[in-house]
């Protein structure tokens, strides 16, 4: 327990407590919540949650300003969020008086809370509305003692999630935390206390309440996912969460797939492998310096939806999907739109995603070296796409097993050997594209042209040429450009000046 209050000592930004303390001897301040948790359990945590008692509202809030910068966030509710004077704008503190809530109607409303802040009450009362016992914990820092009136710490040493009170009732106050207590197993690796267990299966349906908000939902699966992809995916699957936010999924166990091309086993089991494959030593050395993004994890979860919906049974019995990486994209946008996935922290694109899908198996039939080097820089050298699909069709290809259980790459290592030779024609990391020669007022001066479709047609006719390596200057894209749209060439349009 020294530990918590050694990262108290030394947090620089938090010299206003000491101030605090000493300038109002009936004060009392505690480090509340997942800080204590985490600090326990050795985990780097940043956020700082504190419970200020003893002093009424206005005094408080009068002692914060001089000490930095305070907004109300909830003043209703009695928070604040303080910024420390010299601290950073992203390390701001969320400061709250004691309280008590309880659920309107228990109809798992995220805000359908009665809050009511009381500066008097003790912090025993704030603690035990909380919702898992390993957050119901608070740091005396005058005393230097743990409060802990719920059991958390016990919880935390045996590693267990166990919601405050009855399990059914707690979750009943508020929907989302189904999800949170789902996350924290994942993030912590944590086991359930049984009966909250069973009232998180029990309860699962109601995640598609329309009390509970979308982002809410959002911001407790990208988390998950974020921590650790495997463990949420196997934890959604017991608990019941796929079935209910994203059905599409649950589609595709049972779902076969041909022997020949995947040996490994049913659509479930190669989506599993896919994004397994993600956090492999193959694919660091594939990519090094280079971890999976949220939104690479779940286009990779996402990548085959498609193939339940598209599956037949052709004569002979081999089996068809033909078209799956259309219908796939479009039900992987349509559960990115669904559970406003975009919402946590900008960090997803449904577009994007639905992109990524629709093009995984641009090389599984083609040889890239039949591409045209055009087509190669569309789709691979593309700023905010290009390195993620190739990712996603390694992860695809490394999933894919042969009858003795190895990797189809397959064409991959020859697209890879294609985008490198023409990343060497002036390839940039600021663009990841090549730099282009001519730009169109280039095009127009030389041509004397009027701006128009014809000038990008002719760039781009000129960017295939530098990307196949036939004009590789400034000076030969210039004589490029008179040879074919000189003077003996009949498209040429003169830019007349009106007389003034």
């Known amino acids: 327990m020294h530990e918590i209050q050694h990262q108290l000592d030394k947090n620089q930004d938090l010299v206003f407590l000491s101030a605090l303390l000493k300038r109002y001897r009936r004060s009392e301040a505690y480090l509340v919540g997942g800080m204590v948790r985490d600090i326990i359990l050795g985990r780097h945590s940043k956020d700082y949650d504190f419970v200020i008692r003893g002093i009424q509202p206005a005094v408080l809030e009068k002692f914060l300003r001089q000490h930095g910068r305070v907004d109300l966030v909830g003043k209703t509710f009695g928070v604040y969020k ?40 003790p912090i025993e009362h704030d603690l035990k509305r909380r919702d898992y016992t390993i957050n119901a914990l608070a740091w005396d820092i005058r005393s230097k003692k743990l409060i802990d009136p719920v059991g958390g710490s016990s919880d935390i040493a045996s590693r267990t999630i ?29 086991r359930f206390e049984y009966k909250t ?19 809410a939902i959002a911001r407790e699966i990208g988390k998950a996912f974020t921590a650790d992809p495997l463990h949420t995916i196997d934890i959604f699957d017991l ?56 939104e690479l994890i779940l286009t990779t979860l996402f990548h085959d939806l498609g193939k339940a919906y598209t599956f037949r049974r052709l004569p002979g019995g081999k089996l068809s999907f033909y078209g799956h990486e259309l219908v796939g994209s479009r039900l992987a946008q349509d559960i990115c739109e669904r559970l406003r996935l975009s919402s946590y922290d900008g960090l997803i694109d449904g577009e994007r995603v639905a992109w990524l899908i629709r093009h995984h198996l641009l090389v599984l039939h083609t040889s890239p070296s039949q591409f045209k080097p055009a087509t190669i820089e569309k789709y691979f050298l593309m700023p905010d796409r290009g390195t993620k699909l190739l990712q996603l069709i390694w992860a695809d290809r490394f999933a894919s097993r042969t009858v003795d259980n190895q990797p189809s790459l397959g064409n991959f290592y020859d697209l890879v050997e294609v985008i490198d030779e023409i990343k060497k024609i002036g390839y940039t990391k600021k663009t990841h594209q090549p730099v282009r020669l001519l730009n169109g007022d280039e095009v127009i001066k030389a041509l004397q042209l009027t701006p128009g479709p014809r000038v ?18 400034k000076k030969q894209a210039l004589s490029f450009l008179e040879r074919y749209y000189g003077k003996k060439n009949t498209h040429r349009r003169t830019v007349r000046r009106s007389a003034s």
């Open 239 to 294: 608990a019941g969460v796929f079935r209910v936010l994203m059905p599409e999924i649950i589609h595709l166990k049972g779902c076969p797939q041909g022997p020949n091309y995947h040996a490994e086993g049913d659509v479930w089991t190669h989506t599993r492998l896919a994004v397994e494959a993600l956090f492999s030593s193959q694919f660091r050395r594939q990519f090094p310096k280079t971890r999976p993004d949220l």
């Open 197 to 215: 267990w069973r009232a998180i299966k029990k309860m699962i349906g109601f995640l598609n309440s329309t009390k509970l908000p979308r982002e």
């Open 82 to 121: 303080f910024l420390p004077k010299g601290a950073s704008a992203s390390d701001s503190i969320d400061i709250a008086l004691p309280r008590t809530e309880h659920s309107l109607y228990f109809s798992g409303g995220y805000r359908e809370f009665a809050v009511k802040p009381d500066y008097r009450l």
């Open 456 to 473: 990008g047609q002719i760039l781009a006719r000129l960017r295939a040429a530098q990307l196949k390596k036939v004009i590789r200057s």
């Open 162 to 190: 166990r919601a405050v009170g009855q399990a059914e009732q707690r979750l009943s106050e508020d929907y989302s935390r189904i999800l949170r207590g789902l996350r924290f197993a994942v993030q912590l690796n944590f």
